[in-house]
């Protein structure tokens, strides 16, 4: 390192490919190609003299120098960022970039409530939200937070509730209870098709239901099977099946008469959505406001 001083950008650089040893993943956490990222990474290697790297077509590891000097600039580099990154705390706009994975129903049904507001009232933050409905690893993708429906998490991550705990009805359209009839408890459900859900892992949904505080769990059958609110909600209004989805995603129907709540005295309000993060001493500055704009927000509904 006498001959060659590394710039900070190449010590992050080389920190991201560690963390991630992935040159797709810490390309998208550094915002660069993966092909961008490899150049710089080989470049900097032969201006060292010392390879970091053991590069693979099907994986990265570190070699033995590529592990101590990991352990040697990790803590000094968050160290760096933090001390920058506290110095938000004088501005009287905070700024950086927010990356936010959630469930595409979460971003539906709380964009305009408290993602949107958010955004003018902290105009220099940068929030990119990745809307999925598979379980993400949110440290592994470069995410610094994540949303998920229920609060079963792992031990090292802290959550709060985004949004207010809702209701899931099962709802179906006029025409359809007209001409198959209403069910009057969940298991007669079996007996009616229904507009399943599929999670991105090919598992279907069952539907959840209420009965002297005990959970019933109905796995549903039909011959629609989708993985959107929306195309679910436009194949119930058209009288395709009985489906079940969040109040708030079919109030509008409710309202107009497009939909109509059944086997009400089977569901009720018990859990909604929950922000969560790595459980840290720091947290950056974006991610500080808007978890503290989340908890404000709870507070007030």
């Known amino acids: 390192m006498n001959a060659y001083r590394a710039s900070m950008q190449e010590l992050e650089m080389f920190v991201a490919i560690a963390q991630h040893l992935s040159f797709r993943k810490a390309a998208q956490a550094r915002n660069v190609t993966p092909s961008t990222l490899s150049h710089a990474m080989r470049h900097f290697e032969e201006r060292l003299g010392v390879r970091l790297l053991q590069r693979t077509t099907r994986k990265v590891a570190l070699t033995e120098a590529g592990e101590r000097f990991l352990q040697r600039i990790g803590p000094a580099l968050a160290d760096l960022s933090q001390a920058v990154d506290e110095l938000n705390d004088w501005r009287s706009d905070p700024r950086g970039t927010l990356r936010i994975s959630m469930p595409r129903s979460a971003e539906a049904l709380y964009f305009e409530s408290l993602i949107l507001p958010f955004l003018q009232r902290y105009p220099e933050i940068t929030l990119e939200i990745e809307s999925s409905d598979a379980l993400v690893d949110i440290v ?24 207010r705990p809702m209701r899931t009805l099962a709802v179906a ?8 009839g209403s069910p009057q ?13 599929r999670f991105p892992s090919g598992r279907r949904y069952r539907w959840e239901f209420w009965q002297d505080e005990r959970r019933l769990e109905v796995a549903v059958r039909g011959t ?7 195309r679910i909600l436009q194949a119930a209004c058209a009288g395709l099946g009985i489906a ?56 007030s509904a």
């Open 140 to 163: 592994a993708s470069g995410f610094d937070a994540g949303v998920r429906y229920g609060d079963v998490l792992a031990q090292d991550m802290v959550a709060v509730p985004f949004g």
């Open 224 to 230: 629609l099977v989708l993985d959107n609110n929306e």
């Open 244 to 299: 079940f989805l969040h109040q708030q995603a079919v109030a509008e129907a409710l309202a107009n008469g497009a939909l109509v709540e059944i086997l009400v005295p089977f569901t009720q309000a018990r859990e909604g959505f929950w922000l969560y993060y790595p459980n840290r001493n720091y947290l950056p500055a974006p991610l500080r406001h808007f978890v503290n704009w989340i908890k404000q927000k709870s507070a």
């Open 173 to 180: 359209s006029p025409d359809f209870i007209a001409r198959f």
């Open 185 to 197: 408890t969940p298991d007669a459900l079996l007996n009616f098709p229904c507009i399943e859900r």
